[in-house]
């Protein structure tokens, strides 16, 4: 059974760091685009960073380009978000996902995607 558990989540000041993690089971990360994606309250699901299928190509949204980075251990069948310079607006509820493509480029489409976690809460606030 295929399931991504996401951790990490918290309160943070703004300007820290938080860092999530995507521990996924019952499938291999090498076969699926993954990708972490996020909703703030009273706001449509959007796509913050993704992983093409094999890994080698990576798309972040305007908003968080050069402050968040998305990594991976394949060996723990993990994915990571590292999330710098963290903003009022960065605030909402943080959601993993996969979709069994096999895709060269790194997408983000919401539609795309079949499988998701249950989500880690990330606030920023002062």
């Known amino acids: 059974q295929l399931q991504l558990v996401e951790s990490g989540g918290g309160l943070v000041q703004p300007g820290g760091s938080l860092r999530l993690s995507c521990a996924a089971s019952?499938?291999?990360?090498?076969?699926?685009?993954i990708g972490w994606f996020r909703q703030a309250p009273g706001k449509e699901r959007e796509g913050v960073s993704c992983?093409?299928?094999?890994?080698?190509?990576?798309t972040y949204a305007d908003s968080v380009k050069g402050r968040f980075t998305i990594s991976r251990d394949n060996a723990k069948s993990t994915v990571y978000l590292q999330m710098n310079s963290l903003k009022p607006e960065d605030t909402a509820v943080y959601y993993c996902?996969?979709?069994?493509?096999?895709?060269?480029?790194?997408?983000?489409?919401?539609?795309?995607?079949?499988?998701w976690g249950q989500g880690t809460q990330v606030t920023v606030s002062s």
């Open positions: 992983f093409s299928t094999s890994g080698s190509r990576t």
């Open positions: 996902a996969a979709a069994a493509v096999r895709t060269s480029q790194a997408i983000c489409a919401i539609s795309l995607y079949d499988y």
């Open positions: 019952g499938f291999t990360l090498d076969y699926y685009a």
